[in-house]
């Protein structure tokens, strides 16, 4: 299947402090990109759609001041966290949607981040 | 409000015998169905996917829709202690991937 590469697998950073992490689609091409963010015992609660070269569209909720999304081209896409805060802490999920015929669609999940603030 | 609920277990089966997960949802303009499975600190991976009424099986796996009832199930046969995982289901209302989770499902397989 598809390999889609998260990077980095885990940050521990100090409160304020910006945090870049990557999603890389690495055997196709990723015109759709989605960022999800899951709290221990809870869900994945999507945060935003990153389209390549438009502007990402966030969830209700999400600040898009605060998390940063930039997908410059068809393989990767780039979640910011910036002046990050513990109740950022969390682990932070890329997905991307391999596009096919009908229900040959399928989406790819990165390996995720777990993100540490202090 | 779009809503996918799950028991969220723990649900705990002996080695080699039947796991079945259940879910439902709120939406029922929702079109496609999947289940993924996810180890601690790990992300999803899918398991199945189900677009119509009815039963679809790959290997032990056996995946159940019924969009009246708008429930959504998932067989383990065999279950090993290897399934042991949380176990998402997720809906879609469109073709645009923009998936709504549930809670997921705690199971364990007892050796």
């Known amino acids: 299947g598809a390999v889609v590469s998260q990077h980095p697998s885990r940050v521990i950073c100090k409160s304020g402090t910006s945090v870049k992490i990557e999603c890389r689609s690495l055997?196709?091409?990723?015109?759709?990109m989605f960022w999800y963010r899951q709290f221990p015992k809870q869900s994945l609660m999507l945060m935003a759609t990153?389209?390549?070269?438009?502007?990402?569209?966030?969830e209700q909720g999400v600040e898009k001041d605060k998390f940063l999304i930039n997908h410059a081209s068809l393989t990767l896409s780039t979640l910011t966290v910036t002046s990050a805060h513990p109740e950022d802490s969390s682990f932070y999920i890329c997905?991307?949607?391999?596009?096919?015929?009908?229900?040959?669609?399928?989406?790819?999940f990165g390996s995720g981040t777990q993100l540490s603030v202090l | 409000q779009k809503e996918v609920e799950q028991n969220s277990g723990p649900l705990s089966v002996p080695e080699g015998a039947i796991a079945s997960l259940n879910c439902t949802y709120s939406?029922?303009?929702?079109?496609?169905f999947f289940w993924y499975r996810q180890y601690s600190g790990k992300s999803p991976e899918l398991i199945m996917s189900?677009?119509?009424?009815g039963d679809k099986e790959d290997g032990r796996f056996t995946a159940q829709l019924n969009k009246a009832s708008q429930y959504v199930s998932l067989l383990i046969r065999d279950s090993q202690p290897s399934d042991s995982a949380t176990y998402l289901c997720?809906?879609?209302?469109?073709?645009?991937?923009?998936?709504?989770f549930g809670k997921g499902t705690l199971l364990t397989v007892n050796p």
């Open positions: 997905s991307a949607r391999v596009s096919g015929v009908g229900t040959n669609e399928k989406l790819f």
């Open positions: 055997d196709f091409q990723a015109t759709t």
């Open positions: 990153s389209n390549e070269g438009s502007k990402a569209t966030y």
């Open positions: 939406d029922r303009g929702s079109q496609s």
């Open positions: 189900i677009y119509s009424n």
């Open positions: 997720a809906v879609n209302r469109g073709s645009n991937y923009k998936l709504t």
